[in-house]
């Protein structure tokens, strides 16, 4: 099983500001994803975290409000860009770790964010 | 197109078995998840399908029908911890991302 530490696990941030939420994972994985989940509802998918290159994002998701780091297979950012108060919600991380039937995955704690 | 259907809720006793189906459609298959969510809380996974059949994981249970695109997760011994969200997931295309279902509430009942 893989570990995945997620923080800040929550923050209230002003309008306009920036917030970098980071994953760290405890072992070597193949792929790290970012999403976003508004309480009671279903997780939306933001991007999938490259290693070394730009992350692949959703439709209605762009680099320059989202931009996502991934230096290296266990570490990932997600900065939240100039927030506003549409942008308050639940950030996860989460890794998936191919391993035939083995395969797992995973998410960090989250990151509940409010914007005022 | 993609797509994951579940049912929105479901409730069950204390000490019963529940049986969660999940459908799908997806223009690729690479697996399929089962993930619990409590309110609150980050999903935990639960198991992971790429054969057909059943996957046995204490009292959890996952099976997978790729030919019917069919998936169902077995609760046994109801417990009331077990009240969550259950989530459905499948792993499709090239590049590996997940499709959701919308996930089905479950409530136990003593």
């Known amino acids: 099983s893989a570990v995945i530490s997620q923080k800040p696990s929550r923050d209230i941030c002003q309008r306009g500001t920036s917030l970098t939420i980071q994953c760290q994972v405890d072992?070597?994985?193949?792929?790290m994803f970012w999403y976003r989940q508004q309480p009671g509802q279903s997780l939306t998918l933001i991007a999938t975290a490259n290693q070394g290159s730009e992350a692949t994002y959703e439709s209605g998701f762009v680099i320059d409000k989202f931009p996502i780091s991934r230096p290296n297979l266990t570490f990932s950012t997600l900065t939240v860009s100039n927030m506003s108060p549409e942008d308050s919600s639940i950030y996860l991380c989460s890794a998936l770790k191919r391993g035939g039937r083995n395969t797992e995955a995973f998410f960090g704690q989250g990151t509940r964010l409010t914007v005022v | 197109g993609q797509n994951i259907d579940q049912p929105t809720e479901m409730t069950a006793t204390e000490g019963a078995i529940v049986q969660i189906n999940c459908t799908y459609q997806t223009s690729g298959f690479n697996g399929l998840f089962w993930y619990q969510q409590h309110a609150g809380e980050a999903p935990t996974f639960l198991s992971y399908n790429v054969l057909d059949g059943l996957e046995e994981k204490g009292r959890f249970s996952s099976f997978l029908s790729r030919s019917k695109g069919y998936s169902y997760l077995l609760l046994k011994e109801l417990q009331m911890k077990d009240s969550a969200s259950y989530l459905c997931?499948?792993?499709?295309?090239?590049?590996?991302?997940?499709?959701w279902g919308l996930g089905t509430s479950l409530g136990v009942n003593p």
């Open positions: 997931a499948v792993n499709a295309g090239n590049n590996r991302k997940l499709i």
């Open positions: 072992s070597q994985v193949t792929m």
